[in-house]
């Protein structure tokens, strides 16, 4: 069926740091992937995206890398700051039978330690 | 561009109580969808619309109805409200063309209350 989980639900890491998110997605159909940023409170914001043809992408201070081999995605956050403190969800974007949705995993808890 | 708007933001219903919530984008994008959102966990699709008078079901539409009557707007109607659907309430949007997706717009949400 159609799932997108996430290996790690929470993760710590020291300010100044790299972190690592990573997503597993199981729907071969999926042709675009987005990273949202989620504050308490709040509703989801647009992180990074990439569509299916790409295997990386890069943005300030984020990388997404997409392995299509094992469906698997990664948001790499680097320098880290307290702001980056959040809830992290991957979504793919799948098309079936014309139309097309985004289905969420159930996210990352961010912490940063200062 | 205001992008997608929710109203209200907040709301407390009684049990068997209905409500509807409103969404609203100016972007003429042609997707609209409806998410739920409980504590700790990701957000689920209720509905979704692919154009004005076209409307679908997501993975969590039991006690629900929408409609699409126009592009701009994509009401959630809850007829006999449960406390089960106490949860924050998501309206995105999103364009979708001849080269794909361009993209999803969120709106702030609507905390949603059934007690």
């Known amino acids: 069926g159609e799932s997108v989980g996430l290996h790690l639900p929470t993760l710590s890491v020291q300010e100044g740091d790299n972190s690592i998110i990573n997503c597993a997605y199981s729907?071969?159909?999926?042709?675009?992937f987005i990273w949202y940023k989620q504050e308490s409170g709040k509703g989801p914001q647009f992180i990074i995206d990439?569509?299916?043809?790409?295997d990386k992408r890069q943005g300030q201070r984020v990388t997404v890398l997409l392995n299509k081999t094992v469906k698997h995605l990664s948001l790499q956050i680097a320098a880290t700051q307290p702001g980056d403190s959040a809830v992290y969800f991957c979504?793919?974007?799948?098309?079936?039978?014309?139309?097309?949705?985004?289905?969420f995993g159930q996210g990352t808890r961010l912490t940063i330690n200062p | 561009n205001a992008g997608v708007t929710q109203t209200p933001k907040f709301r407390i219903l009684k049990i068997g109580q209905s409500m509807t919530l409103q969404c609203t984008q100016d972007m003429n994008h042609n997707y609209m969808y409806w998410y739920r959102q409980d504590p700790g966990m990701g957000l689920k699709l209720i509905y979704y619309?692919?154009?004005?008078?076209?409307?679908d079901k997501g993975e969590v539409p039991n006690g629900y109805n929408v409609s699409r009557s126009t592009t701009e707007d994509f009401p959630l109607r809850l007829e006999l409200a449960a406390p089960s659907q106490t949860s924050v309430y998501f309206c995105?949007?999103?364009?979708?063309?001849?080269?794909?997706?361009?993209?999803?717009?969120f709106g702030s949400g609507t905390r949603l209350t059934v007690v």
């Open positions: 619309s692919v154009g004005a008078g076209i409307t």
């Open positions: 729907n071969s159909a999926s042709d675009y």
């Open positions: 990439i569509r299916s043809n790409m």
């Open positions: 979504a793919e974007n799948i098309r079936q039978q014309g139309a097309q949705k985004l289905v």
């Open positions: 995105a949007s999103s364009l979708y063309g001849d080269r794909g997706n361009y993209g999803y717009t």
